[in-house]
């Protein structure tokens, strides 16, 4: 098959962090490898038309900031609504031109910020939508400001959501919170591959830092919808109970309600133990896998969360994850199994259960339980069915 992906973010640009991007670059090298003309047409700082990269063409599309007439007739409480629709026509241009060379047999986008709009409106190709969270649940849970910008993008991507025909999700919570929430129930379920991308690792930054200490790990933004306040408010309990223990937060830091900076708040919970709080940016793959690799635990004590890469590549490492009930990780974990579980936004519990696992002497084997658990989302396992989904997709447009 020839596919094309749209998303605005991707592991090439400086700028990425997120799930997406990640998602994107496992999924994409596998079909590739698989033999399939795969082109991915990302949001680029970048003036750069194409490139190959693990085998897929990547085309870049650098976006310029809305100009000063819309940001005069918007009076500048639009311009993040501006800079979506921006992009997402751009795709579409991008796509228009390489479809003219050689037609696309499918087309996927997400639906963040509604970037494959265009595309779905004015291109005559199948397209599937893949949604990776319902944004006036992550708003509220984040904590972010409903400002007019943030619900007008809301609004962009519902409408993806209702011209879709063609919508999956990774995990059986978001496929029922669409359903429940916006009454969107043509959603299909298949899993996010997982296999370790990195061969050559860097475990620099893990000596640094962590080399001889015994640390639980919290790593992704450092959002409250992430629960990242809540292991803050766990951590003093911990230190008191666990005398050797330390606790490294890797990824970028983030504002929210309870303060500019969630580092600060973080810290200011951990006051008399502060110097046991290691702060670390985000990092790329080779240099944060060493730093899974060396922790006894994963914290993820999220409010709300979609199958995250984060559960995924510790538990593919091997290692147990602490995750939170409700919020799509007991559809993969089983507690004391091959991972442990908590009810979301009680920091007490959190606290109780990091103590009661710390120490288990069984905990190695949870980690192999885990990886083996990931082990039925490799690519010769789950690809195929993404495959099948858009041979599906495809013959039902020719009927149509």
């Known amino acids: 098959m020839r596919i094309a992906f749209i998303t605005p973010e991707f592991v090439t640009e400086e700028y990425y962090s997120g799930g997406l991007a990640n998602y994107v670059n496992r999924v994409t090298r596998a079909l590739a ?13 970048i003036d750069e038309d194409e490139f190959a990269e693990n085998g897929v063409c990547i085309h870049r599309v650098k976006v310029k900031s809305v100009s000063l007439w819309y940001q005069r007739l918007t009076r500048r409480r639009l311009n993040r609504t501006g800079d979506c629709l921006k992009f997402s026509y751009f795709a579409y241009r991008k796509l228009q031109q390489l479809h003219r060379e050689k037609p696309f047999e ?19 190709v199948p397209h ?22 943030s619900r007008v993008i809301g609004f962009l991507e519902l409408i993806h959501y209702r011209l879709a025909k063609n919508i999956f999700a990774p995990s059986v919570t978001l496929k029922n919170m669409l359903a429940e929430k916006a009454n969107i129930k043509n959603v299909r379920v298949i899993r996010t591959p997982f296999y370790q991308e990195i061969r050559q690792l860097d475990d620099s930054v893990y000596k640094q830092y962590l080399g001889g200490k015994d640390y639980l790990l919290f790593f992704g933004r450092l959002q409250m919808h992430k629960g990242a306040h809540i292991l803050g408010q766990a951590l003093a ?3 008191s109970k666990l005398p050797r223990i330390y606790a490294a937060f890797v990824g970028l830091d983030a504002s929210s309600p309870l303060g500019p900076s969630m580092r600060r708040y973080i810290t200011q919970k951990c006051d008399g133990s502060t110097e046991r709080v290691i702060f670390i940016d985000a990092l790329h793959h080779e240099r944060l896998y060493p730093i899974i690799k060396g922790t006894r635990l994963v914290v993820l004590p999220s409010l709300i969360d979609n199958l995250p890469n984060t559960m995924l590549e510790a ?5 147990p994850v602490l995750g939170t009930i409700g919020c799509s990780f007991d559809e993969i974990i089983e507690d004391g199994k091959n991972g442990f579980l908590v009810n979301p936004g009680n920091p007490t519990e959190l606290a109780q259960k990091i103590v009661e696992v710390w120490n288990r002497k069984d905990l190695d084997e949870i980690g192999r339980n885990a990886a083996r658990k990931i082990e039925e989302l490799a690519p010769d396992k789950v690809v195929p069915q993404l495959i099948d989904y858009y041979q599906e997709v495809i013959d039902a447009n020719k009927s149509r």
């Open 33 to 45: 490898s698989m033999g399939h003309d795969v082109h991915v047409i990302t949001l680029s700082s």
């Open 106 to 124: 499918l087309i996927q986008s997400t639906h963040y910020k509604a970037c494959g709009l265009f595309a779905k409106l004015l291109l005559r």
């Open 128 to 149: 599937v939508t893949r949604v990776s969270g319902y944004r006036p649940v992550w708003n509220k849970l984040s904590g972010a400001r409903a400002s007019l910008d």
């Open 237 to 239: 309990e911990v230190f």
């Open 315 to 319: 538990m593919g490492l091997g290692k």
